[in-house]
């Protein structure tokens, strides 16, 4: 004998994939999510295990994930956001340029 599914709606049974479930307003369910599996870090390439691995690792290193960032507008990079060997590269390529241009004369 085949085995039978059912689905309560209001204290009426539907079998499930026989009966047609009549679709109720605000209908509210529990979602269940994995955990996330382990995964190496590619800040300090520590191995991060699950939910609370991720959201420890973050405040560690001071970081969000892109997924929380959605919807936000994008931001461009100022003078104050550049790392310092960012900053010393471009003040070196100023001061080629300006040397370029002054003994080229």
Known sequence: MARKTWRYVNGVAYEVGVDAIPETEGRRATAIMPD????????????????????????????????????????????????????????EQRRESIARQLYNR
Do not use: C, W, Y
């Open 36 to 91: 996330l599996p382990d995964f190496v870090s590619p800040i300090d390439g520590s191995v991060v295990s699950g939910r609370a691995g991720l959201r420890e690792h973050n405040l560690r290193h001071n970081v969000v994930n892109t997924l929380d960032l959605a919807g936000l507008p994008n931001q461009t990079m100022t003078s104050d956001m550049r790392s310092s060997s960012e900053k010393r590269r471009d003040t």
